[in-house]
């Protein structure tokens, strides 16, 4: 796996992509390729953490990808490092010139900045790519822009694969990300309902900072985090409006034709098929029978992929 590391912990000198990168989609790989093939320094993404909002305006902004998610992405495209610039108040009151002489060219040594074509920074987010090539170019320094990409529906964007996974349209979000959207959780001890019931569940703790899709019922994939086999799953992500509708939203997965014990590991979660809406049943008996309904479903869909 590739190092996780501040600024003052990376291998230097370093040829960067700055940016977000959040979900990794087309256009961000093209400007991270632009260093990953260069010989001027060490292949390296640099990105802000937490996110500049955050600290800024105190905005929650959720990620679709974490940074321990995102090393594993990175990897296989040839990055060796992923720096992570702590944000705060000082970093947001540098100017563009500061930015760029202390971080990106001082602690960082950057031979070589990849950039896309919208990316701002500095105080009051000042700089754009014209004032970084221009600083670069009297230090001999190679900035490399890369034009946003765009298809029928518009540019490639992080806000286009929230908005799928936010109307559930987990095919659009996989062909934006070019990968399918997954999330990862520990599993923690729950009420033993679902045992109860029949089908047993595993309940997951999932990081608060991780973008999960929308509330509702999925046919998906689980892989125990140490075993490469995946499993048919069926999961429920919200409350659980006919047990519980005050209770606060969950994430439940029951593995189809397993049972394994699973406490204490950890899962990560494929997503594939939005199957219905949560809805509040009379009874256990009809919310019993609607989970078998979901489970031939979710078995057929997860067959004929």
């Not at 093209?30 to 990105?47: D, K, L, N, Q, Y």
């Not at 990849?114 to 920074?121: E, K, L, S, V, W």
């Not at 140490?226 to 997965?253: C, R």
């Amino acid at each position: 796996m590739i190092p996780l590391c501040s600024p003052t912990q990376a291998l230097l000198p370093t040829a960067l992509a700055l940016g977000s990168f959040d979900g990794l989609h087309t256009g961000h790989r093209r400007v991270i390729e632009t260093v990953t093939g260069s010989s001027a320094g060490i292949p390296t993404v640099v990105s802000f953490w937490p996110h500049p909002r955050e600290v800024l305006y105190g905005e929650k902004r959720l990620r679709l990808d974490l940074p321990s998610e995102k090393t594993s992405l990175l990897e296989p495209i040839g990055v060796e490092q992923l720096v992570l610039i702590p944000f705060d108040k000082i970093l947001a009151s540098l100017t563009p010139e500061e930015f760029i002489h202390e971080m990106l060219l001082g602690t960082l040594k950057a031979k070589k900045i990849a950039i896309g074509a919208n990316f701002r920074f500095g105080r009051n987010r000042e700089g754009d790519a014209r004032q970084l090539k221009e600083i670069c170019s009297n230090l001999g320094i190679e900035v490399s822009v890369v034009p946003i990409i765009k298809d029928m529906n518009g540019r490639m964007s992080s806000s286009r694969i929230r908005s799928a996974l936010n109307e559930g349209n987990l095919t659009l979000a996989k062909r934006l990300m070019g990968r399918a959207y997954s999330f990862r959780g520990r599993v923690v001890k729950g009420r033993g309902l679902g045992k109860k019931l029949g089908w047993p569940t595993a309940n997951l703790e999932v990081d608060g900072r991780k973008f999960l899709p929308t509330l509702g019922v999925y046919a998906a994939w689980a892989w125990i985090s140490d075993k490469s086999q995946p499993f048919p799953a069926v999961m429920n992500l919200g409350p659980q409006p006919t047990i519980d509708p005050s209770s606060p939203s969950a994430v439940e997965v029951h593995m189809l034709d397993k049972e394994i014990d699973l406490t204490g590991k950890e899962l990560v979660i494929q997503p594939e098929h939005r199957l219905r809406d949560q809805k509040q049943f009379g009874d256990l008996d009809s919310l019993s029978n609607q989970i078998c309904n979901d489970a031939k479903l979710a078995r057929s869909l997860l067959e004929r992929d």
